[in-house]
């Protein structure tokens, strides 16, 4: 199989994966009505899946170094896809959900960061940037996939059919990995030691990481309540929760399917550009957009879709850029160690920023206006948190630059 029909199937199988990451965050507002969910509680709802992926995500990222990537990526998307489907039978208060979201979580662990090491150790250097480009590419198309079909299921059926059909995709991606991906042979024996002091000695390594976990805390936290955020602008326009919610994840699946389109073209421009400018060029601007997105709510709409356009292709395009920039800093047979540590980085922070969005979001908006309104009005202290934390992500990789001897571009 050639190298690019083999990274399409791979892309494929990655969109299958995706199809859960955001199905939560599609519902949340429907969820929150029907459970009685706070803010904040609500928010840990959806951190929970980040939570499952970081308890494993170093075991599985450093395992890729001593065992088949493949075999571990086959058995987290099935995974995956069967704590999705728990999800949608059992889950009805706060706890279950919490949990199950957790379990969902796991399969991501196994999945992503071991799909990115078989990029890696797959594609040249020259190549890796439109490579990584096009996977994290595929990492984003599913996850808007993920609002879409969900949103849009949720109108036609419930949010459990919602839930339960969009857990067949890890199912299917599985099942693609085993029969079209090639396995990835290990380059350390179990018995060699001493990865994770090398990760933790390659100081540039983890200033690019900490870059990462800065654009994770913006990307995540405005993913996970964007919905929300859409449901509030059509409520406050006398739509009902429902309809709102359904319309909604719509606009916010067009919204994270433009920023899939990114990474792919971001990746291009890191490798004629450098990937130090084109990381500082983009969080810039996508930190800009959080500082001022959320008090846009109460504009006309079609001008909210409008940012909220340049918003999500802005907050996703240097994923890739952050992501290849590791794999160029770090020796390939401790490859698996460093994505290791750039996932616990990255999605703690991602993990993290949901529930802290959901806390502002209860400190500002007194819970009897809310009542009053029928839905959250003030946003902007929120989204600002957001682009606080990535403004951390230019000077980081600048830093890293440095110390690199600028050999790292």
């Not at 995709?169 to 085993?178: D, E, H, Q």
């Not at 291009?268 to 983009?282: E, H, M």
């Not at 500082?291 to 940012?307: C, E, N, S, T, Y």
Request: hydrophobic share 55%; with cysteine; charged share 10%.
């Amino acid at each position: 199989m050639s190298d690019k029909k083999w990274l399409y199937m791979l892309c494929l199988a990655e969109i299958g994966t995706m199809l859960v990451l955001l199905n939560y965050s599609a519902i949340l507002p429907i969820i929150k009505q029907e459970w009685s969910l706070t803010n904040t509680e609500a928010g840990l709802i959806y951190s929970a899946y980040q939570v499952g992926y970081i308890v494993l995500v170093v075991i599985l990222s450093t395992l890729t170094d001593y065992v088949d990537a493949k075999k571990i990526y086959v058995v987290s998307a099935l995974w995956a896809g069967a704590a999705g489907i728990a999800f949608a039978l059992f889950a009805d208060s706060f706890l279950s959900g919490l949990i199950l979201r957790c379990l969902t979580g796991f399969g991501l662990a196994g999945t992503y960061m071991p799909g990115l090491k078989m990029v890696s150790a797959r594609f040249s250097s020259q190549q890796r940037g439109w490579a990584v480009g096009l996977y994290v590419g595929a990492f984003s198309l599913g996850t808007g996939l993920s609002l879409l079909f969900s949103g849009v299921l949720t109108g036609l059926f419930t949010w459990r059919a919602a839930i339960f059909i969009t857990s067949l995709g890890p199912i299917a991606g599985g099942l693609i990995a085993v029969f079209a991906l090639d396995s990835v042979p290990p380059l350390r024996s179990s018995k060699e030691k001493g990865a994770f002091r090398q990760v933790f000695s390659n100081r540039p390594a983890l200033l690019v990481m900490a870059g990462y976990a800065a654009h994770m805390w913006e990307m995540f936290g405005m993913r996970g309540w964007i919905v929300a955020f859409f449901a509030a602008v059509m409520v406050g326009r006398n739509m009902d929760m429902a309809q709102a919610t359904s319309y909604g994840a719509v606009i916010s699946a067009l919204i994270i399917l433009a920023g899939g389109f990114s990474t792919a073209m971001a990746g291009s421009l890191s490798d004629r550009f450098g990937r130090v400018r084109t990381i500082q060029v983009i969080m810039f601007s996508s930190a800009a957009c959080s500082l001022f997105f959320g008090w846009i709510r109460p504009w006309p709409a079609v001008l909210v879709v409008v940012v909220s356009l340049v918003y999500g292709v802005l907050v996703t395009a240097e994923s890739s850029v952050l992501s290849t920039s590791v794999t160029e800093l770090v020796p390939h047979d401790y490859l698996g160690s460093a994505m290791a540590v750039q996932s616990f980085a990255g999605w703690t922070a991602a993990a993290i920023a949901p529930a802290v969005f959901g806390m502002i979001l209860d400190l500002t908006n007194p819970a009897d206006l809310v009542a009053e309104l029928g839905y959250t009005p003030h946003w902007g202290p929120a989204f600002v948190i957001l682009g606080l934390g990535a403004l951390l992500g230019p000077p980081a990789v600048s830093l890293a630059r440095k110390l690199s001897g600028f050999q790292y571009r």
